[in-house]
């Protein structure tokens, strides 16, 4: 077992260096930089977003389902 854990150590240490992130995270330019976290950031929050506008819409439109009373002419 301490072969084994030895040889698939030095081969995921060897390659290491090809699981790099993607270029524009660590892009030279400002404003790529400041690009990429303002849409990580939008379509990390829309989603929830829309289903805060979901609830917000079941909640205020469930009580109008119900069927009005009807008053008898006594």
């Known amino acids: 077992m301490n072969k084994l854990f030895t ?9 290491a260096n090809s699981a ?8 030279a330019n400002e ?3 400041i690009a990429d976290y303002l849409t990580t950031a939008f379509l990390s929050l829309f989603p929830l977003l829309m289903i ?3 609830v917000y819409w079941l909640k205020k439109y469930s009580g109008e ?3 009005h009373s009807i008053k ?3």
């Open 7 to 15: 040889f698939v150590s030095i081969i995921i240490l060897t390659f």
């Open 20 to 27: 790099n992130a993607c270029p524009v995270c660590f892009d």
């Open 31 to 33: 404003k790529s930089r």
């Open 52 to 54: 805060g506008c979901l």
């Open 65 to 67: 389902t119900e069927p």
């Open 72 to 74: 008898s002419n006594l």
